[in-house]
């Protein structure tokens, strides 16, 4: 038991030492903290520091602004604005702790109590917070200092009070987090008290938000103290607090407008001290990413060295294909630290019309990038660095935003992997439809009605009307995705890709989706790009197919080529999980090793690491996709021979 | 929905009991009686005891709490041990102050918020960052303050707005506008900053959803991507803040008020503070509690008209 226990006996020490380490990193925090540092050192030696007594006036000199002798000024007594502010401090900031003190000592327990027992105390502790959660807090504080007298410390506490929902609510998250983890429930089960455990081993867990929340709720507090001091509570004339002196100033800023400037500059910038403190503590704390820059990070994070020159894409030969879409050394990168790193590399691949194409590969292979390149949809960082994508003999990847959105719907469409998300939850089923169906046709708004049941009817979808009033949630993934696909037909494209399109749905709707793709595309005629990781799919409905590995086409051939007698040492190997089995995720079970990520891409063969067939030279230079047969190209030095096997579990 | 809603009545209406038993509590924890306030020093023990029967203080803590309930189901608030004056008819005497400054604030909040949310969701650069600072002043600068510098340069300095007071709107609509501007951009700057922030984060978040992928990859132009489909997702948090920002108004009015020297509630109940004024206090109390428990409601009827799935379920 004691090995589970190890890592928590002193995780409360480095987790502090983090803190201030992690400070270091964000100047702005480690700046905020300084001042505040800054403020208590000079409240807590105010009577060495302050040059004068705060309560001295001296009505020669009042109101002045800042002078030699008064470096901030005078207020109308003549006192010295400096002085009062140092000794303010010790009224405002000792508040300030009092109710940040409170805070802690009342929310926590009640988090941690909620959290790790759960059940009833949880449900009880729920709805006192909610009840206090709805408590305007100042006039609650009013009542207070009405019913008690003029009490500061009792005032503040009270604010910790009011305070300590909040508190409660971030611990009690973070300690349902904690609660499950292994050593926690070690520690639990090996008889150790509750209290104990608490203490011991959650505690210092959730220590960062503690910290987090109770820099924030600082900041609050202080604000509420200088309200307070403000209207007339808390330190009484002559003594100075930050709030009464900003009351001081009030009444006249008609004839000294300075005397605001002391007060409440301090105010402020020890509330945004506090505010960064806790920014910087969560931001060191919980690395948070977000949009753009989790791709860029998830995509290029390990990207060591500038990605290898692509091999020339070997395409400049005079290009008399009469195919739909011809994408020719299309190379897509991602800016990186060093430069960028390529996603896609010299990928070329042509849909003729009417046909139904497999684009094969593990997940992270770069076939789903490719999708959306067709469509001029990469995300944002992402963007194409390299060749062309010529749809009906048009360059997409020269189009501007307009000319693209006129071509997306309307000639190229898609269908993604998962149909409820890629419905807006918010609109209705025929709202969304009647929108994409208005978009692509002219018609007055009936005859749009009645597009759209048509449309449904036409994907098998029973009960149209229905379906048209319902929300994306209340769908099925089959629904949804038959709703998806009615979408994807509205502008009646010629070319269809279709990410993924049954990967998350039932074994028997899968089935039934690619049916009805099959009948869409023989009824419509237009082509159909299929991306997908599963040789089922593929079997069952392409005619040709590409197969993808690390941002390159490995080998294209007919599909039942392709099955029959796979040239690429990947493609056989991807095929040996056939029938359809191969779980998702990137380890295949009859090849070792894993994916390279973009950006680690050996040199030469972007196999060569997993390829049991290997030699030297497949490391040396980039390989070509060569010819094997008609119609059959394989970018491998030592094509297979039909038939040949190369891992021994070869399932076929 | 009606769970929801069913969800917050359960917790609201003991609030609306709970609250003031609780200024009850205190008030008989307290040292010192409101009765001998009233007297001073100086006073006949007959006398005293004739007050405090007068005031109900010689009943038990029940007692009185019942008697203040039953007062306010007939609309009796009681009245002020100071002013003598009906403390329901003072409250609804200066509501109005106070409900304009508050409504109108959460209005343009709302508006200024979530325009400048949009845009700096849209596109980063300076505008991004012009929301960053609003943000960091909206928190750092208390509204008192800003309050007082509005005057030292609008109202002193330029002379374009009066530096206090209020003029009610059936007066001249010209003047209560005017009245109005400094203390609501003095309460406005926090307000935008959280509706602001929270609009940003919410448009972030959902233009990075799938659907708007799939939006896009329909031909659906830009604009109606932004502003019917990501802009109505976003609503549905930016809703709740609004709420939130709402309730922290009626706290925020109270320091507003009293540098405006505005005759509402916030005013109210810093001077019945001063003068320990327990039933004044007790009546502000109740009414910001039906404040915030109807806000409350309204926010959660929104969300569920915003939200189709806590709709239906
Ligand atoms: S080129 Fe070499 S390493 Fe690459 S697949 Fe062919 S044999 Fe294997």
């Given at each position: ?517 099959r009948r869409l595309q023989r009824q419509t005629g237009m082509a ?125 | ?187 406005a700057v926090h307000a935008i900053a959280m509706v602001a922030k ?116």
């Amino acid at each position: 038991m004691t090995y589970s226990l190890t890592p928590d006996t002193n995780s409360a020490r480095p987790q502090r030492v983090r803190f201030l380490r992690s400070l270091r990193r964000h100047p702005l925090g480690a700046l905020a903290l300084g001042l505040l540092l800054l403020l208590a050192a000079g409240a807590i030696l105010a009577d060495l520091l302050a040059p004068y007594d705060p309560t001295a006036t001296d009505l020669g000199n009042s109101l002045s602004g800042p002078t030699g002798s008064h470096l901030l000024g005078t207020d109308a007594l003549g006192r010295d604005l400096l002085s009062r502010l140092l000794f303010g401090a010790r009224v405002s900031l000792t508040g300030t702790a009092q109710a940040v003190a409170t805070v802690i000592a009342v929310g926590v327990p009640i988090g941690l109590l909620a959290g790790y027992l759960g059940g009833w105390v949880d449900r009880v502790a729920g709805g006192i917070i909610d009840v206090l959660l709805a408590v305007p807090g100042i006039v609650m504080l009013l009542v207070i200092v009405a019913i008690f007298g003029n009490n500061e410390s009792v005032a503040m506490i009270a604010l910790g009070v009011l305070g300590a929902p909040g508190m409660a609510r971030v611990v009690r998250g973070s300690t349902i987090a904690v609660r499950n983890e292994l050593y926690i429930k070690a520690a639990r089960v090996s008889g150790l008290t509750t209290r104990h455990v608490l203490v011991n081993h959650v505690l210092p867990r959730v220590s960062g938000p503690i910290v987090v929340r109770a820099s924030l709720f600082a900041g609050v507090a202080l604000l509420v103290e200088t309200g307070l001091g403000f209207l007339g509570f808390g330190a009484q004339p002559p003594d100075p607090s930050w709030g009464n002196m900003v009351a001081d100033a009030s009444q006249f800023v008609a004839i000294a407008p300075w005397m605001l400037v002391p007060s409440g500059a301090t105010i402020a910038l020890s509330i945004l001290s506090f505010g960064l403190l806790g920014d910087a503590i969560r931001d060191s704390t919980a690395g948070r990413a977000r949009g753009a820059d989790r791709v860029r990070r998830k995509v290029a994070g390990d990207a060591k060295e500038p990605a290898a020159t692509p091999a020339q894409p070997a395409t400049e030969t005079p290009d008399d294909s009469d195919a739909l879409l011809r994408v020719r050394g299309l190379t897509v990168s991602v800016p990186a630290a060093t430069g960028q790193a390529d996603i896609i590399s010299d990928v070329t691949l042509e849909i003729r019309a009417g046909e139904t194409v497999g684009l094969v590969g593990e997940s992270g292979c770069g076939k789903s990038m490719t999708g959306r390149a067709i469509l001029g949809l990469l995300p944002q960082p992402v963007a194409v660095t390299g060749g062309r994508i010529l749809f009906d003999g048009q360059d997409i990847t020269k189009l501007g935003p307009r000319q693209l959105q006129r071509l997306r719907g309307a000639q190229i469409a898609l269908i993604s992997q998962e149909p409820v998300a890629s419905l807006d939850p918010v609109f209705t089923v025929g709202h969304q439809l009647k929108e994409v169906l208005l978009r692509h046709q002219p018609g007055s708004r009936r005859e749009i009605a009645r597009a759209a049941v048509a449309l449904l009817r036409d994907v098998n979808l029973r009960e149209p009307e229905r379906v048209m009033r319902s929300y994306p949630h209340q769908l099925s993934g089959g629904m949804a995705q038959r709703v998806a696909i009615a979408m994807a037909l509205a502008g009646r494209p010629r070319l269809l890709v279709a990410d993924e399109p049954t990967t998350a749905l039932d074994v028997t709707v899968q089935a039934e989706i690619l049916g009805l793709l099959r009948r869409l595309q023989r009824q419509t005629g237009m082509a159909v790009l299929i991306i997908s990781h599963d040789w089922g799919v593929i079997a069952d409905v392409c005619e040709r197919a590409y197969v993808m590995y690390a941002g390159q086409v490995v080998e294209q051939a007919p599909v039942l080529d392709l099955f029959d007698g796979p040239r690429h040492p990947y493609s056989a190997g991807l095929l040996g999980c056939m029938p359809g089995r191969a779980a998702r995720g990137d380890l295949l079970p009859a090849i070792g090793g894993r994916v390279p990520q973009p950006g680690s891409w050996p040199t030469g063969c972007h196999f060569s690491p997993r390829c049991p067939i290997a030699r030297d030279d497949c490391t040396r230079d980039p390989v070509a996709l060569n010819e094997t047969a008609a119609g059959h190209a394989s970018r491998c030095l030592y094509p297979l021979l039909v038939d040949e096997k190369v891992f021994s579990h070869d399932a076929r | 929905m009606t769970k929801l809603i069913a969800r917050r009545l359960a917790i609201s209406v003991p609030l609306l009991f709970i609250v003031p038993f609780l200024t009850f509590v205190m008030a008989t924890l307290a040292p010192g009686d409101p009765a001998r306030t009233i007297l001073g020093d100086d006073f006949t023990p007959e006398a005293y005891q004739a007050l405090r029967a007068e005031l109900g203080l010689d009943k038990s803590l029940f007692a009185q709490y019942a008697d203040w309930l039953r007062g306010v189901v007939q609309g009796d608030l009681g009245t002020s041990p100071v002013t003598g004056l009906s403390v329901s008819g003072e409250i609804i005497s200066r509501v109005g102050v106070t409900a304009s400054l508050v409504l109108l604030t959460t209005v343009v909040a709302t508006l200024i918020g979530v325009g400048l949310g949009v845009v700096s969701a849209l596109r980063a650069g300076w505008l991004a960052k012009a929301v960053d600072v609003i943000s960091l002043v909206g928190f750092s600068f208390p509204s008192f303050w800003v309050g007082l510098v509005l005057v030292a340069l609008f109202a002193v300095g330029l002379g374009w707005f009066p530096a206090t007071g209020f003029v009610p709107i059936d007066v001249s609509p010209r003047a209560w506008a005017l009245a109005l501007v400094l203390p609501i951009t003095a309460l406005a700057v926090h307000a935008i900053a959280m509706v602001a922030k929270q609009t940003r984060d919410a448009m972030l978040d959902t233009l990075g959803r799938e659907y708007i992928l799939a939006l896009r990859a329909r031909g659906i132009p830009e604009r109606s991507i932004i502003f019917r489909h990501a802009l109505r997702n976003a609503a549905i948090p930016v809703s709740t803040v609004v709420g939130l920002v709402f309730i922290s108004l009626l706290d925020g009015t109270v320091l507003v008020e009293s540098v405006f020297a505005m005759p509402g509630l916030g005013g109210l109940v810093v001077d019945a503070t001063h003068r320990h004024e327990i039933p004044v206090i007790q009546g502000i109390v109740l009414t910001f509690t039906v404040v915030v428990v109807l806000v409350n409601l309204f926010v959660d009827v929104l969300y569920g008209w915003l939200n189709p799935k806590a709709r239906v379920s």
